[in-house]
């Protein structure tokens, strides 16, 4: 545990409390409970907490074993006669681990899990209890869905709605300072059957490409029992010392600044990024990790990030429903174990303005029963005509479906970070780098005949080993980059659920896999030769999708106004986006995983929820500047005016403090009627009764505006108000005192 040797509430001497909590983090030291990795080695730790294969080997019958390993691996459907079996056996095990109760643990269109906790124990005979768990409790939940997002999906008052157990993801115990509770991933619905989660769709979308790819798979003399998506999603986030996270009004209510000017310092040195990683925040990074291992989380990596205060943390591809699961608890336990040291985890998209804002790259592939990687090039690309075919079916996808692509990712406060330095712009391109490139170039042209090599690079150091070059380079600018082994998106926010993205690749991905099938199936029953089929559909493919195709700089003004020449579409804002959702050629490419009224709905959601947010924003920003700001400001100047007044009264001439006074004084009235303007703009806002997608626009339109005139005012007071006056913790101190 992170202790404190001052307590800012008690801290006389500074009755800012600013300063105190400055005080109070220069007074900390380190008294946590350190980890024992030679004691409790990492590969035993992993996967303690999980009913996993060796668990459920254990503890199950053979019938009932092989049934759930076949459904998991094979997405069977489960026999009924199991399931009471499969329930006493996960119950005993998670009593074994010290759990009370179980809980149902879904997905909701709020973007975080949500779950209701229900005791094992039931009232026995003589006044005592005995523990239970039944097939029907481990199979259907129920709990109330009237305070969900449904999106016009069901009234309010209809508050039936059911939990799925999905047995493709396994179940385990979450411990709690006072006991341990089973969680049983799960699927939502309503009463009437619609999806009201981010699952179901997910689980959906991964079936239609199933069917899709072993189509065409079968083409080249392959039938595997299944094909699945997999994805490592990379985190990243920031982390702001407590002290100073409890004066922030807006970190607390909006998870982002609201008001703030960019610190001297940061990240031109590049002097963060991959840096030692900060005693405190290493000890916090291995707790989080030792248990995410005992949820059977495969984490690998973690490291500093660009900005001053950002950290990432990455795992190991799995399963794409397996990895959205363990992606939220990754989100759950940085922000949960922050606590303990003294921190909070920002997982925002843009925590601070004008620094390096936060991702989540997700890195999706596919893969068979058969452990073959679909996204593997081999050495020779050119001749690896399955890998061109399945490849050209993801690029041609992004070509027809890129406006889906940034509707997916669509956020109020992803928005702050697309086009900036660390993120992509929200124009949908594809990088395949120059090994690729050349390939697809050589078939367009007629037939592909060699790829790129890497070879050796030289160091020119006697000492160092020659190291294998790749044949290409990355591009960390491209939304869609091809790096190796699979595909990288690096559009998607950080606070985002990876389930909705992933849904929107798979089912565009699926489509277009489905076209290559028709045309090869069609033109190989017609008497063409395979080969001959292959490099013909290549060759449509590519010249049609070429447009979406892009190695450079996207971040330069000349590809923004090339894409536009190409007719790629670029969405800046999330109003600018949705409405794709409306699209004929979006609701087909989407009818795999979701129904037309589930469309509908989803509009609806992302819609209220961006309106929702910028609604909490705005509010908070005229709090801000009415209750931290401009008293600050009015005390300022107020000194100001009694210095001048003092000087003159003996004689001193203070033209230079009167200027100032002058100044300040405008900048004060000036906010003074940004704030009147947003709280009018505001009160408008909320009257307004029309759609959600056109309330959302209005809130594009009238609040941001309104909103930022009122913070570059309050900025350029922070630089001239005096330190001891003012309130809120600033840029410099909160990303950069740990």
């Not at 409405?579 to 050629?585: D, R, S």
């Amino acid at each position: 545990m992170w202790t404190n040797r001052t307590d800012p509430r008690t801290y006389s001497p500074m009755s800012n409390p600013r300063h105190a909590a400055l005080k109070a983090i220069a007074d900390q030291q380190s008294d946590w409970d350190r980890l024992d990795f030679e004691g409790n080695h990492v590969k035993d730790l992993f996967g303690n907490n999980v009913f996993n294969t060796e668990q459920q080997r254990q503890r199950l019958p053979k019938e009932a074993f092989k049934a759930l390993q076949q459904t998991i691996q094979y997405a069977t459907p489960l026999p009924m006669e199991h399931a009471n079996v499969i329930a006493t056996a996960m119950k005993d095990w998670a009593m074994d681990m010290g759990a009370t109760h179980y809980t149902h643990m879904f997905q909701p269109m709020t973007g975080l899990t949500a779950e209701k906790h229900d005791s094992f124990l039931s009232p026995g005979e003589g006044g005592r209890a005995i523990a239970d768990f039944s097939g029907k409790e481990l199979i259907k939940g129920e709990p109330d869905a009237s305070s969900f997002p449904s999106g016009g999906l069901r009234a309010t008052f209809e508050a039936r709605g059911y939990t799925a157990w999905d047995p493709t993801s396994p179940a385990f115990v979450m411990h709690n300072p006072n006991g341990a509770t089973l969680v049983i991933p799960t699927a939502f619905l309503s009463y009437t059957g619609e999806a009201l989660d981010k699952k179901t769709p997910l689980l959906k979308s991964m079936a239609a490409l199933d069917v899709q790819v072993r189509r065409v798979l079968k083409l080249f003399g392959k039938d595997p029992q299944r094909v699945t998506t997999t994805v490592g999603a990379e985190q990243e986030y920031f982390l702001v010392d407590k002290q100073f996270y409890v004066l922030r009004p807006d970190l607390v209510n909006c998870g982002r600044t609201l008001i703030g000017t960019e610190p001297p310092k940061g990240h031109e040195l590049d002097d963060h990024y991959f840096g030692a990683i900060p005693e405190r925040v290493l000890a916090y990074m291995s707790e989080v990790e030792a248990e995410l291992f005992a949820l059977g989380v495969p984490v690998k990596t973690r490291h500093n990030e660009v900005a001053p205060g950002q950290y990432e943390i990455a795992p190991i591809f799995e399963n794409t429903n397996v990895a959205t699961d363990h992606q939220m608890l990754i989100m759950q336990l940085l922000r949960r174990t922050a606590d303990k040291y003294g921190l909070v985890c920002l997982i925002h998209e843009k925590p601070f303005a004008g620094v390096n804002g936060s991702g989540k790259h997700n890195n999706w592939s596919m893969g068979t029963s058969d452990g073959e990687n679909l996204m593997d090039p081999g050495d020779n690309p050119h001749d690896n005509a399955q890998f061109l075919v399945l490849c050209a079916a993801v690029i041609h996808s992004v070509y027809k479906h890129g406006d889906a692509l940034r509707m997916a990712i669509a956020s109020a406060a992803n928005d702050h970070r697309l086009g900036a330095n660390e993120a992509p712009p929200a124009i949908m391109s594809v990088y395949l780098g120059d090994q690729l490139t050349d390939v697809f170039e050589q078939i367009e042209g007629g037939s592909a005949k060699s790829s790129k090599q890497g070879g050796l690079f030289q160091t020119g150091v006697d000492i160092l080993p020659e190291l294998p070059k790749e044949a290409g380079d990355r591009n960390r600018t491209s939304p869609f980059a091809f790096i190796g082994n699979r595909f990288e998106f690096r559009a998607v926010g950080s606070s985002a659920n990876i389930a909705g993205p992933n849904t929107v690749i798979n089912c565009m991905v699926a489509e277009a896999m489905g076209m290559m099938a028709d045309k090869l199936e069609a033109a190989t029953k017609g008497g063409t030769d395979l080969n001959e089929a292959i490099q013909s559909l290549l060759s449509e493919v590519i010249k049609e999708a070429k447009p979406v195709l892009f190695n450079g700089d996207n971040y330069s003004e000349d590809w923004h106004k090339e894409a536009e020449s190409r007719g790629l579409p670029n969405f800046k804002k999330t109003t600018d986006a949705l409405p794709v959702l409306k699209n004929e050629k979006t609701r087909k490419m989407l009818a795999p995983a979701y129904t037309g009224p589930e469309v509908d709905s989803r509009l609806n959601i992302l819609s209220e929820a961006y309106a929702a947010q910028l609604d909490i924003e705005a509010d908070t920003i005229a709090l801000m500047a009415k209750t931290h700001v401009l008293p600050a400001a009015h005390r300022h100047l107020g000194q100001l005016v009694d210095s001048i007044t003092d000087q003159k009264a003996i004689g001193i001439d203070a033209p230079a403090g009167l200027d100032t006074a002058k100044a300040l004084s405008k900048t004060v009235a000036d906010l003074e009627v940004a704030v009147t303007k947003l709280d009018s703009e505001l009160a408008e806002a909320k009257a307004f009764d029309g759609e959600p997608l056109d309330h959302a626009t209005h809130y594009t339109k009238a609040i941001i505006p309104a909103m930022d005139a009122v913070r570059a005012l309050a900025d350029s007071l922070e630089t001239v108000v005096a330190d001891d006056l003012w309130p809120l913790p600033t840029y410099r101190e909160m990303l950069f005192l740990r």
